[in-house]
């Protein structure tokens, strides 16, 4: 047999130096692994309600024809975001989750000798993109502990970072896993103050949740500034997140680039019909909001009762400093068989992220972290 070679040396530079993204812990390992039955997982932002049973009976439908490749335009799902969303079905582009319009945008657009900007305590796939390119990733500290929106997007610090390399700035609103917010006008002013030849990606994955007033209609801004491109997602209010369906909506000739990377087929029969179903039920979306609202309010109140401080939210999760090293909490709370998010790779090792559950899932959630608060009670 030969000798396999360094394939690590092989690889494309951007790509030696990526670190695979860990998702959430799935609720079948953990009971695998600590020998617990009926995990409850509220790690990975997904709608406790599940999709709308008219997206499942939508999926169920098109089983039959899944010998067959989906329609690779995604026509109808594209005309009906359109509708919907007020724009042109050429503004669209269809990816496999919003995380694919990330990284289309960063294979269209950014090269090793190009630049891209993001926030600290961002999304980790905006890093990940940009390395996978051999582009420059330029992180902007995020905002201090004490700011009313902690370890959210410092727009001015992001702005100092542009230069004359700059191709891609990475914004999310609502930003995951702070769950902070930018409001319209600050949001505004920093895309006006941006180059034209600076795309701005405008992530809002958790948009349809928002219930801030000051919150930005950001797709009425599309006509002004042609260099804006917002993604968003199946996966979160509409529950989908197993079907792997997002989309972006830019000017036209943006969407006509991605196309030319997006690859072929990439949203599957089954995700676009449920995501043309999902689209039609409204009162699902209300609902999801309103179990959101009480839940947001519930961890909450749990987190002040146990002496403990959140920050603020407009999503469906809660980022909570547990006073200590959080790991510890989050090993106990896998033994009472609670899965929720540790982010210590966003630099934040004293932080959990609860992903708001229902009623009950919340209170389980808190009574094991109590818990596990109190068996790690004298750790730093």
């Known amino acids: 047999m030969r000798t396999a070679p360094n394939f690590a040396r092989l690889a494309a530079r951007g790509v030696r130096a990526l670190?695979?993204?860990?998702?959430?812990?799935?609720?079948?390992?953990?009971?695998?692994?600590?020998?617990?039955?009926h995990a409850l997982k509220l790690a990975s932002n997904e709608n406790p309600l599940g999709p709308s049973p008219l997206a499942i009976e939508a999926a169920r439908a098109v089983l039959a024809e899944v010998a067959l490749y989906p329609d690779g335009s995604g026509f109808r799902l594209r005309r009906a975001l359109a509708d919907q969303l007020?724009?042109?079905?050429?503004?669209?582009?269809?990816?496999?989750?919003?995380?694919?319009?990330l990284v289309l945008l960063a294979e269209a657009f950014l090269t090793p000798r190009t630049e891209a900007v993001f926030s600290q305590f961002g999304f980790l796939v905006y890093g990940?993109?940009?390395?996978?390119?051999?582009?420059?990733?330029?992180?902007?500290?995020g905002l201090p502990a004490g700011h009313a929106q902690p370890y959210g997007h410092d727009l001015d610090a992001m702005r100092a970072m542009v230069g004359p390399r700059t191709r891609l700035v990475y914004v999310a609103n609502p930003?995951?896993?702070?769950?902070?917010?930018?409001?319209?006008?600050?949001?505004?002013?920093?895309?006006?103050?941006l180059p034209p030849r600076v795309i701005v990606v405008l992530d809002e994955a958790y948009c349809e949740y928002v219930e801030e007033p000051g919150y930005p209609k950001a797709l009425s801004w599309l006509a002004v500034y042609p260099n804006l491109v917002v993604t968003r997602t199946f996966s979160k209010i509409h529950g989908l997140?197993?079907?792997?369906?997002?989309?972006?909506?830019?000017?036209?000739?943006?969407?006509?680039?991605?196309n030319r990377v997006r690859q072929p087929f990439n949203v599957n029969a089954l995700g676009q019909a449920a995501a043309l179903a999902s689209l039609a039920d409204a009162d699902h979306?209300?609902?999801?909001?309103?179990?959101?609202?009480?839940?947001?309010?519930?961890?909450?109140?749990?987190?002040?009762?146990?002496?403990?401080?959140?920050?603020?939210s407009v999503a469906n999760f809660v980022l909570v400093d547990c006073g200590r090293a959080a790991a510890g909490v989050y090993e106990h709370m896998l033994r009472a068989g609670v899965i929720v998010r540790?982010?210590?790779?966003?630099?934040?090792?004293?932080?959990?992220?609860?992903?708001?559950?229902?009623?009950?899932?919340?209170?389980?959630?808190?009574?094991?972290?109590?818990?596990?608060?109190?068996?790690t009670e004298g750790d730093t």
């Open 342 to 375: 540790p982010v210590a790779n966003y630099g934040l090792p004293r932080h959990l992220r609860f992903t708001v559950g229902l009623s009950d899932q919340n209170t389980r959630a808190l009574d094991a972290l109590r818990a596990a608060l109190v068996a």
């Open 175 to 193: 930003n995951n896993p702070t769950g902070t917010w930018l409001e319209a006008d600050a949001l505004q002013s920093f895309i006006a103050s």
């Open 128 to 141: 990940l993109a940009v390395a996978a390119t051999g582009a420059r990733a330029r992180m902007a500290p």
């Open 241 to 258: 997140a197993g079907l792997r369906v997002g989309y972006a909506i830019s000017h036209p000739r943006v969407a006509e680039l991605l």
């Open 19 to 37: 670190t695979p993204y860990v998702p959430g812990k799935p609720a079948e390992e953990l009971e695998r692994e600590y020998g617990v039955r």
């Open 86 to 101: 007020n724009v042109e079905a050429g503004q669209i582009t269809l990816g496999n989750g919003s995380n694919d319009l």
């Open 285 to 312: 979306m209300a609902r999801s909001r309103t179990i959101n609202r009480h839940g947001l309010r519930q961890l909450r109140d749990g987190f002040v009762a146990n002496g403990l401080r959140s920050s603020p």
